[in-house]
């Protein structure tokens, strides 16, 4: 699992170098994604932050078609962050910050709308996480993003594991914590927070009714 420590090191640095790659593979799901974006926006969305933003492609597709709404990319990652910038030269409503997104969010409410392709799986404390994200939204604000579902439902991961001799068997309780959305206890504790996991070629949507309630599917 990577840390914010990785993030902002070594790991962060490998994923600026590999940008472009990285932004072809997510191409199947870009479409989806964006649509899902736009399907989630209303007239009155002016404030929008994409969580972990890496290298901007998100943040850069949603400013431009939507033009009226000032987009804050946020990561930890500070040479992806100057990359999202240096692509975001002519991007007039694009904004791009080097923060811990569960720092930064309280400093940008109200929000209007959160986007982020994979950029929420990594979060140490997921329900702390999205319970602050939840206390900087507007009222009836909405989370769009995508993430990794169970491993039984990426047959990339299963047999990439098997073929190396590993255990893909789900039922281990050896998780990642890009996984934790689907903890039986932490639905139990939170049973509408934590309805967060889909698969990698789907979009997840949520609302967030801001200022300490509680988000709704």
């Known amino acids: 699992m990577t840390t914010a420590y990785d993030w902002t090191g070594r790991i ?8 472009h790659r990285t932004d072809r593979s997510f191409t199947n799901l870009t479409p989806y994604l964006n649509a899902a974006i736009l399907s989630a926006a209303t ?9 972990g933003c890496g290298a901007g492609a998100t943040t850069l597709a949603t400013a431009q078609a939507l033009p009226n709404a000032t987009v804050t990319g946020i990561d930890l990652s500070p040479n992806l962050i100057e990359i999202a910038k240096h692509r975001a030269k002519t991007a007039f409503n694009a904004r791009f910050e080097c923060a811990d997104i569960t720092a930064a969010a309280p400093n940008h409410a109200p929000i209007d709308l959160y986007v982020s392709r994979h950029g929420v ?9 999205f319970t602050t994200l939840a206390e900087a939204a507007a009222p009836d604000a909405t989370l769009v993003f995508s993430c990794f579902a169970d491993r039984a439902a990426n047959r990339w991961a299963t047999e990439i594991i098997t073929a190396t001799g590993g255990n893909a068997d789900t039922s281990s309780h050896h998780r990642t914590r890009a996984l934790r959305f689907r903890r039986p206890d932490l639905r139990r504790e939170h049973p509408r927070k934590i309805r967060l996991a889909c698969r990698v ?3 997840c949507r949520i609302r967030l009714p801001g200022r300490g309630g509680a988000p709704t599917p």
Request: a negative charge; zero cysteines.
């Open 12 to 19: 962060g640095d490998v994923w600026a170098e590999e940008w």
């Open 43 to 51: 007239p009155q969305t002016r404030k929008i932050i994409d969580i």
């Open 121 to 129: 799986m990594f979060f140490a404390d997921p329900v702390a996480a």
């Open 201 to 203: 070629t789907r979009a």
